[in-house]
């Protein structure tokens, strides 16, 4: 987040801090600004697509902002994220860098993987993102791997691993959940249920009337499911989570229900293609939850119309930089094609 | 120097990896049980612990995808298959994350991961218990991939794996495991990348790897009463490849024969001979070749094994050829060519 946006919210957090409950709206506007600013970094995205600069897949957040948000923001600077094809919101969320994200979407050696990895592949060391890959499913081993090692050496990070609800029909995600409950893995497994697989909706790909927090527990983890939409609640629902696996009392698997705005793959709205209806669509566009959010902020006093104003002014100056930033980085050498085969 | 099996090479290893250094582990399919992976794993949980001698359940994909992320994460896994056919249902995490996952992200993160499969072969393993598959491991961009063939290298090869920040995988020939070998106490590394000449020869070079070394020595022996000096390359490594042995080695002898236990299209000798072929053309005096086993899953009937598995004869009359020499025939001193083929020798009296 860039240092205005960031003292903005501070300014904002601390005059909220006579309202005696300082924890809570401090989080709740930082978690207002994080879902504001993905949802700005995607819309920005979609806008310059077509400007044929990006030139690989990107696969945008845009309405699935509240899981990110709300998971991250129960979890520590020490505890870990990996992430699929759909990275962007986790990535921002754990505080990942923007201008090297936007500069990787760009192919340039300013990018978080040096331009070798394109949206579908991104990373951010510093804020513990270990990493988000395309196979459906890839990360969700790394991740409980991960969680391996904390609990090898008695540490007490966590590992949380997004994925989406076609990751659940893979066999990885049963053998990860099995080796979870088995080691007591201090793991996050959170799925976020956007209920299409590209075009595929849930019906021709999982059993009606079966519920996969059902499965998670039928594996021995703990199983919750909730409004991925409602950022609050998805944040008390990781809290819990990230609790019960510091403590050593084992993973946890989240089924979060949310909404893919825009296409799979690429920056259009494509409901008129029929494999969804667009009625489905706006009804699931009535709980966004960055403007849900906003009301309820504002009905609770904690922000103003006004502060959402300048929040966006403040962002919206954080992207222009991003997008000038990757603009400037220059392209990767030729040589560096046969560079970091081998560490 | 004293004499150690290749499985007590490997198991010295092993331990001598995990007494220097706490974050190596070790996790398969029946690492702790009473025959410790062919005498590769035994007391090491009694030494160790549970928790870094483990047991896993039978999830080879998802107990990859874990040690990959234990190992971006500060450990040092060694991950153990007993049969190399497992290894297949792997090869999501292997090949599209452990090969990919520091040159994807630049360099940011290492996997240090280390896979040891055993290669099958013999007493009616059959299809799906035989398989070697380095060829198509050795493929990939981003893997190294050694096959020792002594108790020395079995040990110096594994200790290198271990160290080395990148997945390794560790290919041991089960017909390996009870050879005999000196071995040094110390805990050395053998250089992953580099081959060993086993045999010195001017007259054919014979390039080959884990147990088809053997074979290839028992071959060169043979050769050597028809005056033909063959000069026998045992790779170690197919990646990274020492391609300066070999090309070396043409360029002196004029005649490349390449010996592996692999199916032929696309063996691992076919990158050999076009290696030779493209930078040693020149000192070719004859056409390469490849003695491999045909393109058909192995058989198991002992009388099908035969017609199956390449031993020291098949390299001998693929060598004579060359030379303008007659096949050998059963009548031969030393040839022992009656020996059933799905044994590595008399000993050997089955079942696993």
Redesign the interface.
């Known amino acids: 987040m860039s240092k205005q946006c960031r003292q903005f919210i501070l300014n904002k957090q601390n005059k909220s801090s006579n309202q005696g409950f300082m924890t809570d709206i401090n989080k709740s506007i930082s978690m207002y600004a994080g879902m504001l600013r993905i949802r700005m970094v995607e819309e920005a995205i979609a806008d310059r697509y077509s400007e044929q600069e990006m030139r690989c897949p990107v696969h945008l957040s845009i309405g699935q902002e509240g899981i990110a948000v709300g998971v991250c923001a129960a979890l520590g600077q020490n505890d870990?994220v990996?992430s699929t094809h759909r990275a962007h919101a986790h990535y921002l969320a754990k505080g990942g860098d923007l201008n090297k994200m936007i500069a990787e979407i760009y192919g340039k050696s300013g990018g978080?993987?040096?331009?070798?990895?394109g949206s579908m592949?991104l990373?951010d060391?510093e804020v513990k993102f270990?990493?988000s890959?395309p196979?459906v499913g890839?990360?969700?081993?790394?991740?409980?791997?991960?969680?391996?090692?904390?609990w090898?050496?008695g540490e007490n990070s966590v590992t949380a691993v997004f994925f989406g609800d076609g990751s659940t029909e893979e066999?990885?995600f049963y053998?990860?959940l099995?080796?979870a409950a088995?080691k007591n893995l201090p793991v996050i497994f959170v799925c976020e249920n956007n209920m299409y697989s590209v075009y595929s909706p849930l019906s021709v790909r999982q059993p009606f009337n079966r519920d996969r927090v059902d499965i998670a527990r039928a594996m021995g983890l703990y199983g919750v499911r909730g409004d991925g939409n409602d950022v609050n609640e998805v944040l008390q629902i990781t809290q819990t989570a990230v609790l019960r696996a510091r403590s050593g009392r084992g993973p946890t698997y989240l089924d979060l229900d949310t909404y893919r705005w825009r296409e799979h793959c690429g920056p259009n709205y494509d409901n008129n293609l029929g494999y969804r209806t667009e009625n489905e669509f706006l009804e699931w566009q009535k709980r966004c939850p960055v403007t849900r959010y906003a009301s309820t902020l504002i009905r609770k006093n904690v922000l103003s119309e006004y502060d959402i104003t300048k929040l966006k002014q403040e962002i919206s100056r954080e992207v222009e930089a991003a997008f000038e930033f990757a603009g400037k980085s220059p392209f990767p050498e030729k040589n560096d094609i046969q560079?970091?085969?081998?560490? | 120097m004293r004499q150690l099996q290749f499985n007590q090479a490997v198991l010295e290893a092993t331990d001598q990896c995990m007494e220097k250094d706490p974050s190596v582990?070790i996790i398969g399919l029946g690492v702790p049980d009473p025959k410790g992976i062919f005498g590769t794993t035994l007391g090491l949980q009694q030494k160790y612990g549970m928790?870094r001698v483990m047991d896993?359940?039978a999830?080879e994909?998802?107990?990859?995808?874990?040690?990959?992320?234990?190992?971006?994460?500060?450990?040092r896994p060694i991950l153990t298959h007993q049969r190399v056919d497992f290894m297949l249902l792997s090869f999501?995490?292997l090949i599209?994350?452990a090969a990919k996952?520091?040159?994807?992200?630049?360099?940011?993160?290492?996997?240090p991961l280390v896979v040891r499969a055993v290669i099958g072969q013999g007493w009616g393993q059959g299809p799906q218990h035989s398989q070697s598959l380095q060829p198509i491991l050795a493929h990939i961009?981003?893997l190294?991939i050694v096959m020792p063939a002594t108790p020395h290298d079995a040990k110096g090869l594994l200790i290198a794996a271990v160290k080395d920040?990148?997945p390794v995988i560790y290919l041991e020939h089960r017909w390996l495991h009870q050879i005999n070998g000196e071995v040094a106490t110390d805990m050395f590394q053998v250089p992953i990348g580099k081959a060993r000449i086993a045999r010195e020869g001017r007259d054919i070079t014979i390039v080959t790897c884990s147990y088809m070394t053997l074979e290839s020595l028992k071959a060169a022996e043979i050769l050597a009463k028809d005056g033909i000096r063959a000069e026998v390359i045992d790779l170690r490594s197919l990646k990274?490849l020492d391609e300066d042995s070999v090309l070396d080695s043409v360029k002196k002898t004029g005649r490349l024969l390449a010996a592996e236990s692999a199916w032929q299209t696309l063996s691992f000798s076919t990158e050999i001979l076009a290696l030779v072929s493209e930078k040693a053309f020149g000192a070719l005096k004859c056409a390469p070749v490849r003695v491999t086993f045909p393109d058909v899953p192995a058989p198991t009937s002992p009388a099908l094994a035969n017609h199956f598995y390449p031993r020291f004869h098949h390299i001998v009359n693929t060598a004579r050829k060359l030379f303008g020499l007659a096949p050998c025939t059963q009548n031969e001193p030393g040839l022992a060519a009656d020996i059933p083929l799905d044994i590595p020798d008399k000993s050997f009296k089955g079942p696993f």
């Open positions: 870990n990996f978080c993987s040096g331009g070798r990895g592949h990373v060391l270990l990493g890959t196979i890839g990360t969700i081993p790394i991740g409980a791997g991960a969680a391996f090692s904390s090898m050496r066999g990885v053998e990860t099995n080796f088995l560079t970091n085969i081998y560490g | 582990y928790k896993m359940p999830s994909n998802a107990m990859t995808g874990i040690a990959i992320g234990s190992a971006l994460t500060g450990l999501d995490q599209n994350n996952w520091h040159y994807m992200f630049n360099g940011r993160m290492k996997v961009p981003g190294k920040d990148n990274p």
